[in-house]
């Protein structure tokens, strides 16, 4: 005999909602790669959007995609994106500021903040397009936070791991300290001294600071074209003279070898502190530093004769100071006696 349920749960399956092609599509297309897009702040969160006009393109450049959406992939980029806008897969935003900056030509590409625009049509005019569904994390995104907890585990136990270990750790962090700190100062070097001599914005690896790149543009060497104005020689002017004035007062007010070398060995004693520290060393210390005390022995034993060495001490200073005294005065008749002669 057949049960039920078995019936029941096979024609549910047959029920089943179908996934909505829609959602698929905005899911594929905001993974794809082509898709230029930024990160900004809209409404205190940060939202990934891009622009109208690349989304046209996209969606010219890859009708592959359009197979997604079965019977409407004879549908138009902008009658896509008004259906996306409807399910509120999408959210139309402009920009917060309106204005050209001082020293630029023309508005930024990718503003950096964005609110919601009170029409929400599509557009390819100056129009961006955030996202408003989560997006699925990658299984390395995944596994990668279990490894958080892990990374916080191995930075605690430091002081405890071999002396081996702890220089490769030490000098891994601090070759990587220094390539970053000798990077951000070439970079300022190399714009300050064009900027002063040829009026150029020039900056090295352009978006190493930036908040919102992808790891592609975080390592890109060359910057794009100054899109700025020139500016003045006064400014120039001013700027240079200031540089050499901070860089004379600072070789003025610098340390000599003696406090260099006494700030060098302070350094090197709280590093090799640091090094050197284990459990075995911090158990030993601290057994060297407990009195010890003869457990046979009673108590008030220990005090009596702790009292009496006292009083043997306090006796015999008190003899040698007696002495002394005698000695002194015995002197000093026997001059007076030698005088009188």
């Given at each position: 005999m057949k049960k039920p349920g078995g019936a029941?749960?096979?024609?549910?399956?047959?029920?089943?909602?179908?996934?909505?092609?829609?959602?698929?599509?905005?899911?594929?297309?905001?993974?794809?790669?082509?898709?230029?897009?930024r990160w900004a702040v809209l409404q205190e969160t940060r939202v990934e959007y891009f622009r109208g006009k690349d989304f046209v393109s996209f969606v010219r450049n890859h009708l592959e995609l359009k197979d997604i959406l079965e019977s409407d992939r004879s549908l138009e980029a902008e009658d896509i994106a008004n259906i996306l806008l409807k399910k509120n897969l999408l959210v139309r935003c402009g920009r917060v500021v309106k204005t050209v900056r001082p020293g630029k030509k023309k508005l930024s590409t990718f503003p950096a903040h964005l609110e919601i625009y009170h029409d929400q049509v599509f557009s390819e005019n100056d129009a961006f397009f955030a996202w408003t569904f989560v997006k699925r994390r990658p299984l390395w995104q995944t596994l990668l936070s279990f490894c958080w907890p892990i990374l916080t585990l191995a930075?605690?136990?430091f002081p405890v791991y071999p002396h081996q270990v702890k220089l490769l750790i030490l000098y891994s962090c601090a070759g990587l300290l220094l390539l970053i700190l000798c990077l951000l100062l070439l970079r300022g070097l190399v714009f300050g001294a064009l900027w002063i001599l040829l009026g150029k914005r020039f900056w090295l690896f352009p978006n190493i600071l930036a908040e919102e790149a992808t790891l592609k543009e975080l390592f890109q060497f060359w910057p794009q074209k100054d899109e700025g104005e020139r500016p003045k020689w006064t400014a120039r002017l001013f700027y240079a003279i200031a540089g050499v004035v901070v860089i004379s007062i600072l070789r003025h007010h610098a340390p000599d070898e003696a406090a260099r070398a006494r700030y060098q060995k302070r350094v090197s004693n709280i590093i090799d502190d640091v090094l050197e520290?284990?459990?075995?060393?911090?158990?030993?210390?601290?057994?060297?530093?407990?009195?010890?005390?003869?457990?046979?022995?009673?108590?008030d034993n220990v005090t009596d004769?702790?009292?009496?060495?006292?009083?043997?001490?306090?006796?015999?200073?008190l003899d040698d100071e007696t002495i002394s005294n005698e000695e002194v005065t015995e002197n000093t008749e026997d001059s007076d006696h030698h005088q009188n002669i």
């Open positions: 029941e749960k096979k024609k549910f399956q047959k029920q089943a909602a179908p996934k909505d092609v829609f959602q698929a599509f905005a899911e594929k297309a905001r993974d794809h790669k082509d898709l230029v897009s930075i605690c136990l520290w284990s459990p075995s060393l911090a158990l030993s210390g601290m057994i060297e530093k407990q009195p010890v005390v003869n457990i046979t022995e009673p108590i004769s702790k009292s009496s060495d006292e009083k043997l001490f306090s006796s015999g200073d």
